[in-house]
Structures are given as C-alpha cells and as structure tokens.
C-alpha cells in the first residue's frame, strides 16, 4: 500500500483546509486511515481515523469541532477536513493506513495500529 498525503499550505488563522490521502496498491487490504501530525521539535500527533468500510471515525477530543474526516471509497482516498485553524495546528500532517482495524476507537490513536504511512504534508497558519 502505498499512501499520498496533499493539500498542504500556508493558511492564516481561521481559514480552512482540506488534505486528502490517496491510496494505491493493495487498497484491499486497509481497514482503518488515520492522520497524524507532528510540529517541529514535538512527538507526532494523533489528529483523528476512520474505519475503510463502516465508515465509524474516533477524533482526539482536542481536535472536535474543527477537524473531520471522510472518505471516498471509490476514490481510494481519505480527506482531512480542518476549519477555523490556529497557528498551533501548524505541523507536517502525516496519513497512514492499518490492515487490522482495533475494537475500541481510542486505541486508534497509537501509531503501533499502522502498517503504511505517506511522506506527509506542510500546514502552516499564519497568524
């Protein structure tokens, strides 16, 4: 599997972007799609994940409300929807995919879950 992050940019606070992850490959063999993100000097982050055929998603409680995810499954992509952002959202946004889909979506957030991760993608909010 191999996972193409994009749709980064320079944004001034309170603007929105939309990253998208693009799947090729083996897409067959994904279960779940998560993003990350990690600013410099800081441990990646877990951003929020969904489900590749349910559709369920799990969104750390610092991003809900301004960052959503969904997918096109005929598309073999994920989006990364990211309203109203502040200067801290600023980070490289990184996409990976697991083959095996934990139970519980709040252990979706360990980065151990994923087997393919993309180069990621620049973020940068102005302030």
Known sequence: ?????????????GGSLRLSCAASGRTFSIS?????????????????????S???TYTADSMKGRFTIN?????????????????????????AAANRRPLYG????????YDYWGQGTLVTVSS
């Open 32 to 52: 779940l799609v998560g993003w990350f993100r990690q600013a410099p000097g800081q441990e990646r982050e877990f951003v929020t994940a969904i489900s590749w």
């Open 1 to 13: 599997v191999q996972l193409q992050a994009s749709g980064g940019g320079l944004v001034q606070a």
């Open 54 to 56: 349910g559709g369920s």
């Open 106 to 113: 709040s252990t979706w957030g360990s980065v151990t879950v």
């Open 71 to 95: 997918r096109d499954n005929a598309k073999n992509t994920v989006y990364l929807q990211m309203n109203r952002l502040k200067p801290e959202d600023t980070a490289v946004y990184f996409c």
